[in-house]
């Protein structure tokens, strides 16, 4: 019996498996452009996402006083159960290989990266980390300004760049982006009642 109920599961995986190889193959090498491949090398490194995070730490401490200071902490907090969970617990649960080291898809992608990472591909932590702070500022400063929103097209563009540079498959960007997501929005419940009178119709 349980044959019979596997084959069906093994071959909806090879169609998952397939597909996530054409478009990763779309994204890395058809849909690229010259000027766009510095760009995504450059949206890959902490340097380039530094001045950014700096800015919203000293603008949310400076014009929130307090409040600002836990958010700037619970972000932090936040990052850091993303990519512990991501990194160390996630990727060695699947052990799946990064598709710069894959032998199906290593000679096949554009390798724009200056290192292939030793560790897992799925998921994605910059995927995670990233979607994990955005979702939890949107939600916390949602009601302030529509300028926060901008933080998931942010987060959406570095995790395209794991895809473009040849070191993540889209699924494992994706997987990523969701589990920030959720991380994000297990935050913003866990901290809801001190961010109640900001966001009153939460």
């Known amino acids: 019996m349980f044959p019979l109920q596997s084959r069906p599961l093994s071959s909806w995986l090879a169609r998952l498996t397939d597909a996530d190889r054409w478009l990763l193959l779309k994204v890395n090498r058809d849909w690229h ?3 766009l491949d510095p760009i995504a090398l450059v949206l890959r490194e902490a340097v380039t996402h530094a001045p950014l995070y700096l800015f919203l730490i000293l603008f949310l401490c400076m014009n929130h006083g307090a409040d600002g ?10 990052v850091g159960v993303s990519d512990l969970l991501s990194s160390h617990v996630i990727k060695e649960a699947f052990d ?13 992608i554009r390798f724009l ?4 990472g030793l560790n897992g591909s799925f998921i994605s932590s910059h995927a995670s980390n990233h979607f994990s702070l955005a979702t939890y500022l949107l ?3 949602r009601t302030q300004s529509t300028a ?15 895809v473009y ?5 889209p699924s494992d960007v994706i997987g990523g982006a969701l589990f920030g997501a ?6 913003y419940r866990f901290t809801k009642d001190e961010t109640h009178a900001l966001n009153p119709a939460s």
């Not at 799946?96 to 290593?106: G, L, V």
């Not at 929103?149 to 995790?159: D, K, M, R």
């Open 148 to 162: 926060w929103t901008l933080l998931l097209p942010w987060a959406a563009a570095i995790a395209y760049a794991q």
């Open 69 to 78: 200071l836990r958010w700037v902490v619970t972000g932090i907090v936040l």
């Open 139 to 141: 939600l916390t400063l």
């Open 33 to 35: 452009h010259p000027l």
């Open 165 to 169: 540079v040849g070191v993540h498959y």
């Open 96 to 108: 799946r290989a990064r598709p710069c080291r894959n032998p199906a898809t290593a000679h096949d």
């Open 182 to 187: 959720w991380l994000g929005w297990m935050a």
């Open 113 to 116: 990266a200056r290192y292939c």
